[in-house]
């Protein structure tokens, strides 16, 4: 019989076992000690799927020992339904589906996924999207809701929305995950305080450094309008505690 260095069992993979034959040569076995599928360098457990490495590539198995994606990337990261986000050996990164087919429709520099309401897990909702120094946004059936054409986007943690800041010639606005824009990009800066209070900047000048300075500060809603007048000469947020202003009498207020 085989001996192996080390024998792992997978917690969502019921009778498969990882063996390990040397440091270089790993098997998948059933509970009879039957080799399963390819012989591979490496095989790691990644939830319901395995992950394997043969020729310093990575692919996938499913939990029958069935190898769904073939050892051609450099990085695979399972997006939680059925499909995952690659790198190929070129750096391209973009989506393919469990039969290694692919979902969308370009290749980006980097794929950044958004879920529900600043979340951390689940099925996506949208992706932030980059090629070439310019980002956009494709939703979760990999259609293009912002184009390529953005200096910058960042998802904006408001607790009950999923809304993205967008940056375009210096400029900064709002639109929400279907790409519609709910605020124009004219202020210097936007971010969000307690969760929901959006606090803007606009104006000043920029200083020898490039930094803005005498840019005044306030607060608005989801459409542009002003709820708290952009007077102040300062707006702090901590964390979700507090947010504090100062006026041009140089007292703050939170």
């Keep these: 019989k085989e001996t192996y260095t080390n024998i792992e069992a997978p917690y969502s993979i019921p009778k498969k076992f990882i063996a390990q034959i040397n440091e270089n040569k790993a098997i998948v076995i059933d509970i009879d000690g039957k080799q399963v599928g390819k012989t591979y360098q490496s095989i790691d457990s990644r939830g319901e799927y395995l992950e394997t490495v043969l020729a310093g590539q990575k692919g996938i198995m499913d939990k029958n020992g069935i190898e ?140 020898e450094y490039g930094y803005i300075t005498g840019e005044k500060f306030g607060v608005i809603d989801l459409t542009g309008k002003e709820l708290l007048k952009i007077t102040y000469d300062e707006a702090d947020s901590y964390g979700r505690e507090i947010v504090t202003f100062k006026n041009k009498d140089n007292n703050w207020f939170a």
Excluded: H, R, W
Excluded at 115 to 141: C, F, L, M, R, T
Excluded at 148 to 155: F, L
Excluded at 175 to 191: A, F, M, R, T
């Design 68 to 207: 769904i994606l073939p050892n051609k990337y450099n990085s695979i990261n399972d997006l939680d339904n059925n499909t995952f986000l690659v790198e190929d050996f070129m750096g391209n990164k973009f989506i393919v589906d469990s039969k290694n087919q692919k979902l969308t429709n370009t290749n980006y520099d980097e794929i950044n996924i958004v879920y529900e309401s600043g979340g951390y897990y689940g099925e996506p909702i949208a992706y932030i999207v980059s090629s070439k120094g310019k980002y956009g946004i494709i939703n979760k059936d990999y259609k293009t809701v912002v184009p390529i054409s953005k200096d910058a986007i960042e998802e904006l943690s408001l607790d009950d929305k999923n809304v993205f800041k967008f940056e375009t010639n210096k400029k900064c606005g709002i639109v929400d995950v279907s790409g519609k824009e709910l605020v124009k990009p004219i202020y210097n800066d936007i971010k969000i305080g307690l969760g929901k209070l959006i606090i803007v900047s606009k104006g000043g000048k920029p200083d």
